[in-house]
């Protein structure tokens, strides 16, 4: 989903990938016998191996160590109290009950008392944080912005309940939380 842009995610993704294509392009040439002569064939197996091992992890990897979207999961905030917010968020879009054509849901919301930040950052303000978007109680997207695409794909037709929350900047959220949500339906495809 839509999140941070850059950062050691894709860094650590940019190198495994590359790392991984060199590794394959090494080990293909002195298969094909057009470089590397004093590799052994096996060795050129074997890189041939890491390099397929590590193309895949670029897109795990990351994942797995940073989250989705690079930052940390919004479930582990610093211990202590939370900070209350100043601000108020709302949706623009959709309007409560509208029927969703499609595989594509736009999304516009306002948030009044309060500044999007595009860092993560331990140094927390009450008007300063990110949006977390939930469609139907789980996490789809950690957002700089006020308007997006939502993807539907595989959302099943019915009716679906969006959740926004105004998060300080480490992801973790204000107490008491800034929400709010907005039931849509989506219909049926096909």
């Not at 060199?22 to 197996?45: D, E, N, Q, V």
């Not at 950052?121 to 008007?127: H, K, R």
């Not at 959302?155 to 107490?175: I, K, N």
């Amino acid at each position: 989903m839509l999140a941070h842009g850059g950062g050691a995610p894709e860094t650590v993704s940019v190198v495994l990938l590359f790392g991984g294509l060199w590794i394959g392009w090494a080990a293909w040439s002195r298969l094909k016998g057009t470089g590397f002569p004093r590799m052994p064939l096996g060795g050129a197996y074997a890189l041939l191996g890491l390099a397929g091992l590590l193309a895949i992890s670029a897109g795990f990897v990351p994942q797995a160590i940073w989250g989705p979207s690079g930052a940390p999961a919004p479930s582990s905030p610093a211990s202590g109290p939370r900070p209350a917010s100043t601000a108020t968020i709302a949706f623009s879009r959709p309007v409560d009950g509208q029927r969703i054509e499609g595989n594509e849901l736009e999304v516009v919301m306002t948030l009044a008392g309060g500044r999007i930040v595009d860092t993560t950052s331990t140094s927390l303000a009450p008007d300063t944080g990110h949006i977390h978007l939930s469609l139907d109680g789980k996490l789809v997207s950690m957002t700089y912005g006020l308007v997006q695409v939502l993807p539907l794909r595989g959302v099943p037709a019915g009716r679906h309940t969006l959740q926004a929350e105004f998060v300080a900047a480490d992801h973790g959220p204000f107490d008491p939380r800034v929400t709010t949500s907005v039931t849509f339906v989506k219909a049926p495809t096909g």
